[in-house]
């Protein structure tokens, strides 16, 4: 059975402040994505990770994958208050597009 | 490009009742879709895999007698829950995968059914 875990769970910093969200799963993959959910919404795709080595960046947000090491990392850059979300990784085993296994979730609060 | 569609975005029902969700992807074709259910403050929950032409493959401990999944045609899945009960509150989310470039396109999902059951 596949395993995603995040870290951490909760996660309060200062606007400005750099932080990185760990996401670790316990079979092969080379499918991985992030998403973002805002309260009582649904999710929004941020980025797909599909290879070892892969690196994606847009705006604060700076995504990675290293498949031998099964983590993928998600760094925020001078936090701001509009990052304030729910963060989600999602891996997807390999060979198949069925079944994508969701992280436990990481609550970032960005304080100004 | 790849929007799914969920109606209704929330619902309130009574015990004993059943409620359809709908799922829709609006410009793309879906051979599969996935539903979820999400709980408060948790992460998502496959229920169930729904295949278009086939019988949904279910999750271990999701009763299919419940949560009866049809998708009749490559654009429409829908959930309908029997009978619901105060235990099935919680938020339904839909999504599918597909598309012109459906290898490098993750999973989009819907805007998701917040289910109140009184």
């Known amino acids: 059975e596949l395993k995603v875990e995040q870290n951490p769970l909760f996660l309060s910093m200062q606007e400005g402040k750099n932080y990185t969200i760990y996401c670790n799963y316990s079979?092969?993959?080379?499918?991985l994505y992030w998403y973002r959910q805002d309260p009582g919404k649904s999710l929004e795709s941020l980025f797909v990770?599909?290879?070892?080595?892969a690196v994606k960046q847009e705006g604060r947000l700076m995504a990675s994958l290293d498949t031998k090491a099964r983590l993928s990392t998600l760094h925020i850059t001078a936090a701001v208050h509009d990052l304030s979300a729910t963060y989600f990784c999602?891996?997807?085993?390999?060979?198949?597009?069925?079944?994508?296994?969701f992280g436990t979730g990481t609550k970032l609060q960005v304080i100004p | 490009g790849a929007v799914v569609s969920q109606h209704p975005s929330w619902v309130i029902c009574k015990s004993g009742t059943s409620v359809k969700i709908e799922c829709r992807s609006l410009?793309?074709?879906?051979?599969?879709m996935f539903w979820y259910r999400q709980f408060p403050k948790q992460s998502l929950m496959l229920m169930a895999t729904?295949?278009?032409?086939?019988?949904?493959?279910?999750e271990q401990g999701v009763e299919k007698d419940k949560f009866l999944i049809n998708h009749a045609s490559l654009t429409l899945s829908t959930l309908t829950v029997t009978s619901a009960h105060p235990e099935d509150s919680s938020f339904y989310i839909c999504?599918?995968?597909?598309?012109?470039?459906?290898?490098?396109?993750?999973?989009?999902f819907g805007n998701g059914t917040r289910l109140t059951v009184t």
């Open positions: 999504s599918a995968q597909g598309g012109q470039d459906s290898y490098n396109s993750p999973l989009h």
């Open positions: 079979t092969t993959s080379d499918r």
């Open positions: 990770l599909l290879s070892n080595g």
């Open positions: 999602a891996v997807d085993p390999a060979s198949f597009y069925q079944k994508v296994t």
């Open positions: 410009d793309f074709q879906a051979t599969t």
């Open positions: 729904s295949n278009e032409g086939s019988k949904a493959t279910y």
